[in-house]
């Protein structure tokens, strides 16, 4: 059973060692980050969510890494034989679980970032109901065509999709997130949207079990980073 969630954005530059001098421009959204974090805590199973190239479990020696993207960063430093690297919204889970001491028996879970609402559904449910108290480190950035600079340009539909979100994830709106579309989210460039779907499934069976809190709704580079808090009504169960 679901007991708490924590949703989060996943940009690399979230890390400082990859923002260098630049760091500074994003502790709002890190201090955001680490308060919903917090709020896993304390339950049988935690488990990270994340898009990546296919619906996958990923085994306990997998190690989070930034060389990819050019910075010389691996956790843990030394790395078993024949052990796999998360993809990158894994990655920044790991990162924000060890921030906070709560990386210790995770589990990490991708979800194909073109995977059928149906199936992120049922993902969610199939994670929820995998031990007694669940908690979600839910990793998804919003749309990247907030401005001309964006990565994918300007979209006016853009705004009003990351509006929806936000809204849905604030509200703890389980049935908002499940009627996203797969085709304007893809449009928008919103590599969120499955993830969110798994948590979606992962709440829906519960109906109105959940408060939600938006913590953070912002795009300083263009792209959309939401940060929010799900919690059970009346605490865990």
């Known amino acids: 059973m679901l007991v708490s969630a924590a949703v989060c954005p996943h940009p690399p530059l979230l890390i400082p060692e990859m923002a260098g001098e630049a760091a500074p421009e994003l502790d709002a959204l890190r201090g955001a980050c680490d308060r919903a974090v917090r709020g896993l805590a304390g339950a049988d199973a935690l488990i990270v969510v994340g898009g990546g190239p296919e619906t996958r479990a990923y085994g306990s020696d997998a190690y989070a890494t930034l060389r990819r993207y050019g910075l010389d960063w691996t956790i843990p430093t030394r790395v078993k034989r024949d052990a796999e690297a998360l993809p990158l919204s894994l990655t920044i889970g790991f990162w924000l679980l060890e921030r906070q001491g709560l990386g210790a028996g995770a589990r990490y879970q991708a979800v194909g970032f073109d995977a059928s609402p149906d199936d992120c559904l049922a993902l969610g449910r199939e994670l929820a109901e995998s031990a007694d108290r669940v908690a979600l480190l839910v990793m998804g950035d919003g749309s990247a065509c907030r401005s001309e600079k964006a990565p994918g340009y300007l979209d006016e539909r853009a705004a009003p999709y990351d ?27 919103a590599a969120g949207r499955a993830a969110w779907q798994v948590l979606a499934g992962a709440a829906a069976q519960d109906g109105d079990a959940f408060t939600g809190e938006l913590l953070t709704d912002e795009a300083p580079y263009g792209v959309g980073y939401l940060v929010a808090g799900w919690s059970r009504a009346g605490g865990p169960a």
Do not use: F, W
């Open 163 to 189: 509006e929806g979100v936000a809204r849905a994830l604030g509200q703890a709106d389980a049935g908002a997130l499940a009627a996203l579309d797969p085709e304007l989210s893809r449009a928008v460039r």
